[in-house]
């Protein structure tokens, strides 16, 4: 199961941090993923970091500005938002999969409900 937190309302240049929680004891044999849902918009891919946090992945828009990274001591995945700008409006949903680390929404195999992040002009 897994369960993200940490999304609010922040002003355009913010920074948040969202979290996600995973339960069981399988999370460091999962590669663990970003992904959001603006309004109007098809999921896409955010961010991903693969089992042990030596790999990390980005998309284009946010690569610079966001950081992933895990604490596998305690089943954490984070999501480290600089720079805010008015189009990172959206759901951020947090996943996983077994396997390599995946830059498609079908490629995951667990998700959890999203968090919502605003970013306001």
């Known amino acids: 199961q897994l369960q993200a937190s940490g999304g609010g309302l922040v002003q355009a240049g913010g920074s948040l941090r969202l979290s996600c929680a995973a339960s069981?004891?399988?999370?460091?044999?999962?590669?663990m993923g970003w992904f959001r849902q603006g309004p109007g918009l098809e999921r896409e891919f955010v961010a991903s970091?693969?089992?042990?946090?030596?790999?990390?992945y980005y998309a284009d828009s946010v690569k610079g500005r966001f950081t992933i990274s895990r604490d596998n001591a305690k089943n954490l995945v984070y999501l480290q938002m600089n720079d805010l700008k008015l189009e990172d409006t959206a759901d951020y949903y947090c996943?996983?999969?077994?396997?390599?680390?995946?830059?498609?929404?079908?490629?995951?195999?667990?998700w959890g409900k999203g968090t919502q992040v605003t970013v306001s002009s």
């Open positions: 996943a996983a999969n077994y396997g390599l680390p995946q830059q498609r929404a079908i490629g995951m195999d667990y």
């Open positions: 069981g004891r399988t999370f460091s044999r999962l590669n």
């Open positions: 970091i693969n089992l042990s946090g030596s790999s990390t």
